[in-house]
């Protein structure tokens, strides 16, 4: 195997590790979208907030959690097409901008796969910026989940306590 198959293979676990962001953020959608639908439905008449002050309120803040597990799971989604220094010729971002014909990218692309080092330099750049990627979406997620089990707890806190 050669260093640019390793770099190949690592360029792939991070793509894959992508993807399993993206799962985990679906995930969390549907779930916050299930908790939200249960609690905004639970959520009494404003008429009747002051008698049920504090279950109002729990419902309210679980409301809000859920809202903000929402935004964080579909800011995972978001596509990132620049990431800051890459230029490589193995992002499509970069393709679409630098090369207008198939034929110039065609020319670009042979040379690059010709010279073992610059190929190699391009993997590890698209690594790079790959992971970059990865890192936000895991964040974001990681956020999301967190958010979403508060939600929860403060869901389930209402409907003990409450009334």
Same mark, same amino acid.
């Given at each position: 195997? =050669?260093?640019?198959?390793?770099?190949?293979?690592?360029?792939? %676990?991070?793509?894959?590790?992508?993807?399993?962001?993206?799962?985990?953020? /679906? @995930? @969390?959608?549907?779930?916050?979208?299930? *908790?939200? /639908?249960? @609690?905004?439905?639970?959520?009494?008449?404003?008429?009747?907030? #002051?008698?049920?002050?504090?279950? =109002? /309120?729990?419902?309210?803040?679980?409301?809000?959690?859920?809202? @903000?597990?929402?935004?964080?799971?579909?800011?995972?989604?978001?596509? #990132?097409?620049?990431?800051?220094?890459?230029?490589?010729? *193995?992002?499509?971002?970069?393709?679409?901008?630098?090369?207008?014909?198939?034929?110039?990218?065609?020319?670009?692309?042979?040379?690059?796969?010709? %010279?073992?080092? #610059? !190929?190699?330099?391009?993997?590890?750049?698209?690594?790079?910026?790959?992971?970059?990627?990865?890192?936000?979406?895991?964040?974001?997620?990681?956020?999301?989940?967190?958010?979403?089990?508060?939600? !929860?707890? =403060?869901?389930?806190?209402? /409907?003990?306590?409450?009334?």
């Amino acid at each position: 195997m =050669t260093k640019s198959d390793d770099a190949w293979k690592a360029l792939s %676990q991070i793509n894959d590790l992508i993807k399993v962001a993206d799962a985990k953020a /679906g @995930v @969390v959608l549907a779930s916050a979208g299930v *908790l939200g /639908g249960i @609690v905004v439905r639970a959520v009494p008449s404003p008429t009747q907030w #002051r008698e049920s002050w504090f279950h =109002t /309120g729990l419902l309210l803040l679980s409301i809000a959690l859920v809202s @903000v597990s929402i935004l964080l799971s579909l800011r995972a989604f978001v596509p #990132r097409l620049r990431t800051g220094g890459s230029r490589s010729l *193995l992002h499509f971002d970069n393709i679409a901008r630098r090369y207008t014909t198939a034929a110039d990218f065609s020319t670009a692309c042979r040379a690059l796969f010709e %010279q073992h080092e #610059r !190929l190699q330099d391009a993997v590890i750049t698209q690594l790079w910026a790959t992971s970059k990627i990865a890192r936000r979406k895991f964040r974001s997620v990681t956020c999301a989940i967190i958010s979403l089990g508060f939600a !929860l707890l =403060t869901a389930l806190a209402a /409907g003990v306590l409450g009334n």
